[in-house]
């Protein structure tokens, strides 16, 4: 028992010298763990290589299942209204056309002016006004059988919402009124941007057709974030 106590003594002191030669931080050992543990952590940058413990430490979600080794790229992020913008789309397609002209009756109170607050174009480059949903600002498109000639949706009109029709500017009602409605082929040069679509709308919200527009958009925000139902993997494995 004696020789016992004697080892736990010599034990108790070892340990105790050792103790006193280590650099031992002045605070407490229980505040530089909680220290430690509320210190921020660095986010993760894209295009790294990264443990999966460290994933596990930053919260990063992913699916345990899909785990196919030890170790992890971040993908970039995608702007939702980016991801939206590159679905899957046809340049070429046979759509309705109408005409109209800057001194109708619905369009006396813009006068020549378009809805992104430019002037109406008849040129070798034209104007067109479509729901921005399905054409956003910014499309351009060729009709066939009309060479040299580029058409850029820069505006919208109400009762084109919903539809796939598309509104062709004329600078004259003679030129409307000869017009009237064709059913043509297009080819579609450059998408617009949804984003710059959803920025000039935002203010103007009171309307009605402004806000199915709108929710058209968010529509395809949420097609391109969730392609076939599924949920998206933050981290490629």
Known sequence: MYNSRLITSGLYGVLLATLSACALPKQSLLSAWKEMRHKSVAPLETGVKYEVRKALANNVPFRPSTIKRYT????????PLLMASNLDRNSQMHVRTTAYTHNESDHLIYGVKNAIGTNLRFGNVRSAAADWSRFPVGTQF???????ITYVVD????????????DLYKPSRSMMDNWGVRHVDIEVIQWGSFEKSMDLMRDRTKWRHVRAMMEGIEARLRTAALPHGRTPITASL
Do not use: E
């Open 72 to 79: 992890f790229v971040l993908d970039d992020p995608r702007p």
């Open 142 to 148: 060729r009709i066939a059988g009309q060479p040299g």
């Open 155 to 166: 505006d919208y009109g109400s009762a084109l919402v919903g539809t796939g029709t598309i």
